[in-house]
């Protein structure tokens, strides 16, 4: 039994002796290295790890290499052409040289090697891959790009997280189009907003046109963009009724959306501007006056319209009418717009639709909006123009 055992483990380690000598040898020159912090050195000691693990040769370390590469100038430097890798494989005695380059391109990194036949002085197998960027895994590329050349089977995980994934929707390989500009439009009121433009100014109203004439600029941002779909941020500072003797100013950041090779867009965000306003009501019911008439609390408690408060209201018996007794008769006050009211922020909401058409450089934006707040808001539509002057990348630092 124990000369079958030591007989069985003799045939073994002849086996394995044998197969170790039929091994085909291999050195790997320094590659090419561009864009990543690595060195040539650095980069071929990964390259015989990973062949060392792929078990499929006799590996050449640095220091069966070093006298050779010492010897002759040649082998010193840019030793990255098939001649040259020919020569070093026949002065090294070895059936293999492996050899390529590891370039960091932009958001990816591509790995290319190329393994030379001493003997026939041809290329015996070649790969080129490229991955994500990850500079700390460029050992693991180089597993899977020899894996690759050798019909060995990769990891699929490890695989799918280096891989280079060229989407249509990126940030890091497309640029953006700075498309501010002046904006000029038009916008009507609505609702409240018309009745405070349209009511005279005795009783404390603009006594305007229920249109006014809009003049801003568009500062705008892109945050994600392809060929057909971009992201923006968008901020208009502008004022409005200077045809009319008024001066209204507001503030708008929208978040905007731009579809297709038609540039069509959809914007929305708040808007921020200033509004006056005291506590009053309005006499629908003829009670105390003519129709519509505005009663205000200008401060002092009794009731009064004009826009000095010089007509105090009373009641058909002659009694003043205040803000403690107005319950009494069954009114109640709420804040109304006044020109010579308190002021305090005015906010809205804003929407709008349009499209960028193009003239070569030339951009005219076209939007329709509506900006809504408490009763009432604006309709209106704008338009603008820029020229493309310059476009950035997303990513300056990559």
């Given amino acids: ?157 490890l695989q799918d997280r280096l891989a280079f994934k060229n989407d249509i929707i990126t940030s890091n390989n497309v640029g953006k189009v700075n498309n501010s500009g002046p904006r000029i439009g038009l916008a009507g009121t609505v609702g409240t907003v018309y009745e405070f433009a349209t ?22 941002g892109q ?22 003797g008024q001066f209204i100013p507001t503030f708008t950041l929208l978040n905007g959306f731009r579809f297709g ?3 069509w867009e959809f914007a929305f965000g708040p808007g921020f501007g200033l509004k006056r306003r005291l506590n009053g009501f309005v006499d629908e019911n003829n009670q105390f006056g003519a129709v519509g008439e505005h009663w205000f609390d200008y401060g002092d408690g009794a009731l009064a319209n004009g826009i000095d408060g010089s007509n105090i209201l009373t009641d058909d018996n002659g009694n003043v009418i205040t803000t403690n ?23 809205s909401f804003v929407i709008a639709f349009g499209r960028t058409f193009q003239a070569g450089a030339l951009n005219i934006p076209v939007n329709l909006f509506y900006s809504s707040q408490r009763g009432g808001g604006f309709a209106g539509v704008n338009v603008g123009f820029n020229v493309v002057k310059s476009k950035k990348s997303l990513n300056p630092g990559r």
Avoid: W
Avoid at 31 to 43: L, Q, T
Avoid at 86 to 100: P, Q, R, S, Y
Avoid at 212 to 219: A, E, K, N, T
Avoid at 223 to 244: D, H, M, P, R
């Fill in 261 to 263: 090779k038609g540039n």
């Fill in 325 to 347: 007794n107005l319950s009494n008769y069954g009114y109640g006050l709420k804040s109304i717009a006044h020109k010579e009211g308190l002021t305090s922020l005015n906010t």
């Fill in 199 to 220: 009511r005279s100014v005795e009783m404390g109203g603009l006594d305007i046109l229920p249109a006014v004439s809009m003049i801003g600029y568009q500062m705008e």
């Fill in 223 to 244: 945050y994600v963009g392809t060929e057909n779909f971009s992201a923006l941020v968008e901020g208009i500072i502008n004022v409005s009724g200077l045809e009319q």
């Fill in 1 to 157: 039994m124990k000369k079958m055992f030591l007989s069985t483990v003799f045939t073994l380690c002849v086996v394995m002796l044998s197969n170790a000598q039929n091994l085909f040898s291999i050195a790997a020159a320094n590659p090419n290295v561009n864009g990543v912090a690595i060195s040539g050195e650095n980069g071929a000691k990964m390259i015989r790890l990973e062949l060392i693990r792929i078990g499929k040769y006799k590996v050449y370390d640095e220091f069966d290499m070093a006298d050779i590469i010492k010897e002759n100038p040649e082998f010193q430097s840019n030793c990255y052409g098939q001649l040259c890798l020919i020569k070093l494989g026949e002065a090294l005695k070895t059936d293999f040289v492996i050899c390529g380059s590891i370039d960091g391109l932009s958001n990816k990194i591509a790995v290319t090697l190329k393994m030379v036949n001493v003997k026939t002085k041809s290329i015996e197998k070649s790969a080129i891959k490229e991955f994500a960027n990850q500079p700390n895994e460029i050992q693991r590329m180089i597993e899977i790009v020899l894996k690759e050349m050798h019909g060995i089977e990769v990891d699929k995980v």
